[in-house]
């Protein structure tokens, strides 16, 4: 986000990254003591080629709180290794709720980590905002339309905000309202994976 020497507007360039980007580490309500714990990919694995491969790589639930974790294992179909879906507010992995949610214009407001936070105020705050060509799966073009306008732009950075806030948080009392359990159906995984790496 560059702004001209104070005057001019505040512009944001989309250089077409997606979700997948910000995946790496995801904050997420511990299933047991509902502090914070973190989903990451598990330690000793091949350098990453790009970002999708963190769809497919195995996972670690760990909370520094209680000391609880959980292990995640992509599922295989027609010898491939199916992908998580990314979006909502769960992680895609293990199903928790996430961590950094917050209510904000009569809707939920989420992000996986501080990183994602700070990408979504970057382009929240510009008043000028640029698209790039041919990227398929950016992200910015595909967040919810209120979130766009410019008229919630305030209450959507008020929100960021909340959410910067939480993410130094790991106690269960700081917990946010909005970061609870839905009980719905799992989403449908759709992509699958067939290069030999070992995960």
Known sequence: ?????????????????????????????????????????????????????????????????????????ADRRDGGLVAAQLGGTEDPFFRRPLWLQTRCASRVLW????????????????????GGTGFTRAMFPRLPRWMKESGRRAAVLAGLERLRALSACSDPADRSDAAHEHGGRPRRYRALYFRGRPY
């Open 1 to 73: 986000m560059d702004r001209e020497q104070g005057t001019g507007p505040v512009r944001h360039l989309d250089r077409g990254e997606w979700l997948a980007r910000f995946a790496g580490r995801i904050l997420v309500v511990c299933p047991r003591c509902g502090g914070r714990a973190d989903v990451l990919p598990r330690p000793g694995l091949p350098a990453l080629e790009y970002y999708g491969e963190l769809l497919f790589r195995p996972r670690r639930l760990t909370c520094g709180g209680c000391g609880a974790s959980a292990g995640w294992q």
């Open 111 to 130: 992000a996986y980590n501080e990183e994602h936070v700070e990408a979504l105020a970057a382009y929240a705050g510009a008043t000028l905002r640029e």
